[in-house]
């Protein structure tokens, strides 16, 4: 699976997905601030996001906003700021999905390392991964990294240099306003904030179908 990186947004052409797409400054600047904006002001965050395997192992916890669930289904009334949000990735990238799961801000401090988990199991979904900080420096590290896809059946969970070393597909910097759009049967995670972030707070805004459909480029 290969990283192809763009500065514009495309229409995809293939299902399932052949490459990671990484676009930056995808958003635009006026709705990325009206996002930002309602977000700053809202106390919807919840500390109970983890990941439950087939085994009943229950990953460490992080930050999450849980904003739509399936068929586009709103938690609570504070969510409307962030459906243009989804609007634009579909119109942008031409998807729709058949099987909307699920859509939501996942937040991560210093020492909240990502669980390698996966997405799907459907072979025609799509992942959107939004990197909507407005502020980020490299040396606060948060990056997602994708994994070879048998990763989790050798039972390999936890962030370590050997599974880097030996599963790692890709590792892509977090950037504001940078989209990933990935196959979420890949196995991925993401990075806490270093200590030199003090006290950033890394926020991807996550909108995912299990089941996606490309719309024709000429219509």
Same mark, same amino acid.
């Given at each position: 699976? =290969? ?8 229409? +995809? ?14 958003? %635009? ?10 977000? %700053?002001? @809202? ?14 192992? @229950? ?55 990502? @669980? ?7 072979? =025609? ?23 070879? =896809?048998?990763? +989790? ?67």
């Amino acid at each position: 699976m =290969k990283v192809k990186y763009y500065n514009s947004s495309f229409k +995809l052409d293939t299902l399932p997905l052949d490459a990671i797409h990484v676009i930056d400054d995808w958003c %635009s600047p006026g709705l990325w601030q009206r996002f930002n904006n309602a977000l %700053s002001v @809202t106390d919807r965050w919840s500390f109970d996001n983890d990941v439950t395997y087939a085994d009943g192992e @229950t990953t460490e916890i992080t930050w999450i906003m849980r904003l739509f669930k399936k068929w586009m289904k709103p938690v609570g009334d504070y969510v409307e700021f962030s459906r243009p949000v989804i609007e634009q990735m579909c119109n942008d990238f031409g998807v729709e999905f058949e099987q909307f799961d699920f859509a939501g801000i996942n937040g991560q401090t210093q020492g909240l390392q990502g @669980t390698i988990h996966i997405d799907s199991f459907r072979a =025609k979904n799509i992942s959107f991964l939004w990197h909507c900080n407005t502020e980020w420096q490299s040396e606060w590290g948060g990056s997602f990294r994708v994994y070879q =896809k048998d990763t +989790l059946d050798k039972g390999h969970r936890g962030f370590s240099q050997e599974l880097v070393d030996n599963y790692q597909i890709a590792e892509i910097k977090y950037k504001p306003n940078r989209l990933i759009i990935i196959d979420g049967s890949y196995p991925h995670s993401a990075d806490a904030p270093t200590p030199e972030s003090k006290y950033a707070f890394r926020k991807t805004f996550v909108a995912r179908g299990n089941v996606a459909k490309l719309v024709d480029k000429n219509q």
